[in-house]
């Protein structure tokens, strides 16, 4: 599919009204199948929810100061054009000392691996992640490509160079 192609993907997939877009989910071996798949918890809502799912069924320990990858026991087909990224669940972050790490993550659509969550404890005790914990969110995004132009100069604006807190905070 050429840049054209996917441009035209995006834009459809923009419209409001046309909000569903395929995503191919495999349940890996160690997926245990009590779990659901994952799912918008409401309406309205942006993301779906992604479990820990360990191979041994009985859950990890965070260290403080650790990170780790946390298996979901799940791989993505995400159609070209679209990226899915990984947050952190607000709840989570707001209640404990775990953070997703690189977050947003981001899994490309040509990625058929299974997709893991980097989780660290910014805390000063352990924290154990258990079998089945919802640990993060995904959403689903369209991605635009950039065409890369070298050049000697770039037009002026009002911020021009300054940046790292320059615009203040209130």
Not at 29 to 40: I, W
Request: charged share 25%; aromatic share 6%; with cysteine.
């Amino acid at each position: 599919m050429d840049q054209e192609e996917i441009l035209k993907v995006a834009k459809t997939s923009l419209n409001p009204m046309d909000r569903n877009i395929e995503l191919r989910i495999k349940k890996l071996d160690h997926f245990d199948n009590e779990f659901q798949l994952p799912r918008y918890e409401s309406e309205g809502a942006a993301g779906a929810d992604l479990r820990a799912s360990f191979e041994n069924k009985e859950g990890l320990n965070i260290s403080p100061g650790a990170r780790v990858l946390i298996p979901t026991g799940l791989a993505f087909e995400i159609p070209l054009g679209f990226e899915v990224q990984i947050r952190p669940r607000s709840g989570l972050s707001l209640k404990t000392d775990l953070l997703v790490v690189n977050s947003p993550g981001t899994i490309d659509c040509d990625y058929r691996g299974e997709v893991k969550i980097i989780l660290g404890n910014f805390g000063k005790d352990d924290i154990f992640i258990e079998h089945g914990m919802r640990i993060a969110q995904m959403v689903i995004s369209p991605v635009w490509q950039a065409s890369l132009t070298v050049s000697e100069e770039l037009s002026d604006s009002d911020r021009g160079a300054s940046g790292f807190g320059s615009t203040g905070i209130k």
